[in-house]
């Protein structure tokens, strides 16, 4: 806004107010008195120009972004614990501790004392230790314990919400005016959850007064099971209906999780000459694994008669762009010649198989 009010420009501002009987040539005192003067004040509107970027939540930094999103009780999600379910050849105290790699775990509860099954927590905030399973090492020993491992992911930890995320975040809160256990108000509440990444909220559903919400983990992936009680307990948990968690008094919340849909691709793929389809496999498997989840980040947003549509289309391009693919011919999608496959509005896209097919 203020970039022409350069120094040059300012101190010629100045110098023109000056009588012309004064002397104003550089050199001469009044030039030298003002010649400093104009580079602070040229500092001064570029001060003034930053100010006013950092007054509108649009252009803030981070820092700002934030005290303006305060003023409506809105703050950026801070990182998060992932927790894991576990499997030992014996009883184990809660509290113990065990490492994989650079990551350390703590058991915190039990949920199957029959098959020794414990729920750990990770000591290490964010989303990278949420890709670990396999055997764990205890950090202080435990007499009889031969066998330790993680399972699976459950609950998976989050990284601090991006700045550009959180500003999205706060313009969709001012607009859509969450109150009362309206629909925006359940999303707003769901997606504070740690571990939920994105949710749909079907109203009346099954009756008045009843909720379904159908849940994605924070790895845009379907939900644990575990992660469901938790929602559960936090929005309605039983007697249903009574208003014991966030939901209001006479809102019955069923939550269940967004229902998997495996993607299985055949893709014929010509190659220049003296190259194999086996040199682009793990290339085409990531780049789709990507697309897939950017349209599971896409369902994160949508409204509840809205869904996703994969199209055989996006698979051509994505495999036409790899090194030494001269063609791309049909493409088989869940054994189906289609050009798109439809899912329902609870279904998301998750990996499958690709089997390329030379031609």
């Known amino acids: 806004m203020y970039e022409h009010m350069t120094a040059d420009r300012i101190e010629k501002r100045m110098l023109d107010r000056v009588k012309d009987e004064f002397d104003r040539r550089e050199g001469s005192v009044i ?21 006013l970027k950092q007054a509108f939540a649009r252009t803030a930094d981070r820092e700002f972004l934030i005290l303006r999103a305060a003023e409506f009780n809105i703050y950026p999600e801070p990182a998060t614990q992932g927790e894991f379910e576990a499997q030992f050849n014996m009883a184990v105290p809660i509290g113990s501790r065990f490492n994989y790699n650079e990551y350390n775990f703590i058991v915190t509860e039990v949920l199957n004392a029959d098959e020794h099954k414990y729920k750990m927590r990770c000591e290490q905030f964010g989303r990278s230790p949420n890709f670990v399973t396999g055997d764990i090492t205890p950090i202080q020993g435990i007499n009889g314990l031969t066998t330790a491992k993680i399972l699976k992911n459950i609950t998976p930890g989050e990284d601090e919400e991006e700045t550009e995320v959180f500003r999205q975040r706060y313009f969709e809160a001012l607009k859509s005016k969450a109150y009362g256990g309206n629909g925006a108000d359940y999303k707003e509440k769901v997606l504070a959850i740690p571990g939920v990444g994105g949710v749909k909220v079907y109203r009346c559903w099954n009756g008045g007064g009843t909720v379904k919400l159908v849940v994605l983990n924070s790895d845009y992936g379907p939900a644990d099971d575990e992660l469901i009680k938790e929602v559960e307990n936090i929005i309605d948990p039983m007697p249903k209906g009574k208003g014991y968690g966030l939901a209001p008094i006479g809102h019955t919340v069923t939550v269940v999780k967004a229902e998997p849909v495996p993607i299985n691709y055949t893709i014929e793929v010509t190659m220049t000459q003296g190259h194999q389809i086996a040199e682009i496999k793990n290339a085409i498997e990531t780049a789709i694994k990507e697309r897939l989840i950017n349209r599971c980040k896409e369902w994160a947003k949508q409204d509840e008669k809205q869904f996703i549509t994969v199209r055989s289309s996006i698979v051509t391009a994505l495999t036409v762009e790899l090194p030494n693919v001269l063609d791309v011919g049909h493409i088989q999608i869940n054994g189906q010649n289609v050009s798109k496959l439809e899912l329902k509005d609870n279904q998301i896209p998750v990996m499958g198989t690709v089997n390329l097919v030379a031609v």
């Not at 008195?33 to 570029?46: C, R, V």
Request: proline residues 5%; without cysteine.
């Open 31 to 51: 030039y030298d008195a003002t010649a400093p003067a104009s580079i602070e004040f040229a500092e001064l509107y570029i001060l003034a120009d930053v100010i």
